[in-house]
């Protein structure tokens, strides 16, 4: 199975999640306790490997599977990571406000690349870099608050400790998909008894939180098996599912690609969500969502496109790459030749002189506003007013036409 | 000289250029008639050109003058251009309101990468396009008018003819910068004479503006020169030469670089403008702002950067560029070897562990909060709801931490 595919399906189910997610609300809430959810997926996780592993055990070659304590012993620490990042998550929101939390979380793309490159010993090329600072900025873009919405200058008045455990969460969550992946790629132990002990330790770790719940609340609903299904709903069984399947896809990218694959695909999967929001949900448009969709696309070629795709050789000089090097430069410093035969260039320039003139006489004719070879309309009296303000306006963006 | 740093050289005086102007208003208008700054810059822009050419007539070897009528008739050409294009601006903005045309203006970035290919025949990689383009939604991102700003929807709501004629003046503008390229590099002409052809027809063309416009006017106010610097003070008298030196900058840039570096310039030239205004006229930061100057510094590396910076050669397969392929994956799928050897990596993930650790320790300790080892504080009754709102909005982001 090719990685891109699994990356795609994964961004397909990440993003109808957040999708179902929404749709599972009942009149503004969730009817369920949404903690039960993460807990039946990892026992839907747990049996879906169980069972693949079964089979794989009948089959030949026989799988490889490391059973000695001292590697078995390492599966519960992405667990343990992702339990501290949740608190301190829970921590952050108390300084900062969601959307400004939701504005940091896009850190942790840049984190991931970096412990990426840390501790996997993974290079990457400086626009493999920006690629991913990119992606980070294009999240970003697309959260952007628009006008109209409340809460503006929120985003650089939260108190420093706010930013200081944004940073922290993002290096947590990156921790631990790092860790994930070395977990998977350190040995080539079958993909499904990697999972076995990777979801058990999940399913226990959510165990033990319901535990505690029932002992902090002394047991008064009674036991937590009890009340674990209270409320479900069709959609909510869909969110379980989709839940569980993603994770799955997750740990086959973990050892089959790696970290900054899944880090694009969610990403896109948020980008998506946002997109499929507008249709679904009748979310107004923004045009800070369409420059984000812009912005990754670029970043996502960047990062995974051939280099020779990128920069064709027959642009790149000999020696060193004269990719972006201005060549006519060099020639005119060099020998005293004119830059352009006369009858390559000015032929297209015709055409185009001829477009240009077109094109605004049909408008003018269209519209009925003189256009073309009428230099005094702007300056007619009654309008004159109006231009200046055109001219002024241009002049402040910095954009005004010279004449030279 | 070298290219780039004349291209600085505009970027500061363009910039300067905008916040002059803004700083000659003098209770929120102009006392002088705006139109006269065009004007007197293209007086000063030939004078300069005239006496340069001069000093260069002296000196040997005598410079290249082309003279005949052929070549001379095509300078006007692009005061033409900007004359049409002045017009549809003036007409878009009878149909847009002006944060969308400024919004709209950006696409003259791109235009001009088209028709610099089209016409100049000039090969760009698909690297310089997407940063071509990344250069474009920068600059728009940095212009989303941030919240609590009005005109907010004003953006898709404007009538097609609008966004055509918004298409149309990027394409003139496009046009006329391409083609005084085209101008500047058909022979090798010295650079003081083409000036002094190209601000010949400027002066003509401005005056001729003033007269049209004082036929229009009956000469109530008597002719245009008695009042051309009515309401001029120092201010004005820089913004005039601030004006002239960046058309001298621009045609050198045209004749010994290209378009692209001029855009970039200007472009660069418009973030600068916007960030100085934070300070000096106490406008409030945005984060779309922020966002923007990353994007663009990102597209100008990628444009000018050379091939080998951006993708080291160790980085590129032998045969087709690796770069973006995932080694691992081959590796894996190839041979049955684990993919790390243990001791590379243990060790950077020992002490990565005991950071991430030991970080929310201190943490915890400082922000007297509990974060490590402590699962059921988030599901301690009181804060429940609060963990309940935290999950179920990361889950709307699409960005839920999963336990695999």
Partial sequence: MQWYFVAALLTILTSSQGILTTLSQSDGGYKYDYATVPFLAEVYKLLVSSFLLWRENKSSPFPRMTTEWK????????????????????????YVDTSTYQIMGNLKIVTTGILFRLFLKRRLSNLQWMAIVLLAVGTTTSQVKGC???????????????????????????????YTEFLMKKNNDSLYWQNVQLYMFGVIFNMARFILDDVKREFEQGPWWQHLFNGYSFTTWMVVLNLGSTGLLVSWLMKYADNIVKVYSTSMAMLLTMALSVYLFDFKPTLQLFLGIII??????????????????????????????????????????PIFKEKDIELP????????????????????????????????????????????????????????
Wanted: overall charge neutral.
């Fill in 71 to 94: 590697s078995m012993c390492l599966y519960p620490i992405p667990s343990l990571i992702y339990l501290i990042h949740n608190n301190v998550q829970f921590l952050t929101l108390t």
């Fill in 296 to 337: 990754c696309m670029m970043s996502l070629h960047m990062y995974f496109a051939s280099a020779s795709m990128l920069i064709p050789d027959v642009l790149r000089g000999p020696e060193e790459g004269s990719h972006g090097k201005l060549p006519l430069i060099s020639k005119i410093s060099g020998h005293r030749q």
């Fill in 148 to 178: 109209g919405e409340t809460a503006c200058d929120s985003l650089f008045s939260a108190p420093i400790q706010g930013y200081m455990l944004g940073i922290l969460s993002a290096c947590l969550s990156a921790l631990a998909g790092v």
């Fill in 349 to 404: 320039f015709r055409h185009g002189l001829i477009v240009g003139l077109l094109v605004p006489w049909i408008v003018q004719w269209h519209l009925e506003a003189p256009v073309l070879f009428v230099p005094l309309l702007p300056f007619s009296t009654h309008q004159s007013c109006r231009w200046r303000l055109i001219i002024s306006t241009t002049v402040e963006m910095g954009l005004v036409e010279r004449i030279y």
